[in-house]
């Protein structure tokens, strides 16, 4: 059984929002989910349908068109604390998914990080709180495939009131969270919690024979 992340927070530093403090300003924070795309509130606007989970496959770029996400993935690990490693603060193009865990696709919950911001601006993530339910994630994999996932809920949790169980748990379908930090913001402590994306598969592409 592999090693699940404990609830996930960057490190003080990667999650401190320096560009935000060097700005002065808290004008340009990033999007907050709206309540309407919370699990138990607003519109069905997505569906239940799932398409067949696929073999385990490592993934090698995510794409979010509806906030012009294109950008590759580098495997992570867990720190010596148990919580999930970062990708390199300094290339605001990256995100990494959790490499001892499912792979995107497969039967299960993958989990896809990055950051919000670094100290020469937005990053990879900055628009992830303003998805809705119904956007769609897609993953290309090394197998040539691409997995299509459809978002269920946008929700933020503070930091000491993250569900570990909530969105690490084992899923009997191909289940993707994507995560980086948000919620509230501090100049002394930066942010204070972090915005994760909950979706399910519904789609497979396969590149190579297109």
């Known amino acids: 059984m592999n090693a699940k992340p404990k609830g996930w927070c960057l490190t003080a530093a990667a999650c401190a929002g320096v560009w935000l403090v060097q700005n002065g300003s808290q004008t340009v924070t990033p999007p907050v ?4 795309q919370a699990f138990a509130a607003g519109p069905r606007t997505h569906t239940d349908a799932a398409a067949d989970p696929l073999p385990p496959s490592a993934p090698l770029r995510i794409r979010i068109p ?3 996400v294109d950008a590759p993935l580098m495997g992570l690990g867990l720190g010596k604390d148990g919580s999930l490693d970062v990708p390199p603060a300094e ?3 990256l995100a990494g998914w959790y490499r001892h865990g499912t792979a995107p696709g497969a039967e299960g ?3 896809v990080a990055g950051h919000v911001d670094n100290a020469w601006g937005p990053a990879v993530f900055y628009g992830l709180g303003a998805l809705e339910k119904g ?3 897609e993953v290309s994999r090394a197998d040539g495939r691409t997995a299509v996932f ?3 809920a946008i929700e933020v949790y503070d930091y ?5 169980k909530k969105v690490y748990g084992a899923r009997d379908r191909a289940e993707l969270r994507v995560i980086t930090c948000g919620g509230g913001f501090s100049e002394k402590s930066g942010y ?3 915005v994760v994306a909950f979706a399910h598969l519904i789609g497979v592409r396969n590149e190579w024979s297109a």
Do not use: K, M
């Open 160 to 164: 000491d009131e993250f569900p570990d």
């Open 91 to 93: 290339n605001r193009n």
């Open 135 to 137: 956007h769609r994630i």
């Open 150 to 152: 459809t978002i269920d």
């Open 33 to 36: 989910p709206s309540a309407a």
């Open 109 to 111: 919950t993958s989990i």
């Open 66 to 68: 509806d906030i012009e």
């Open 192 to 194: 204070q919690g972090n």
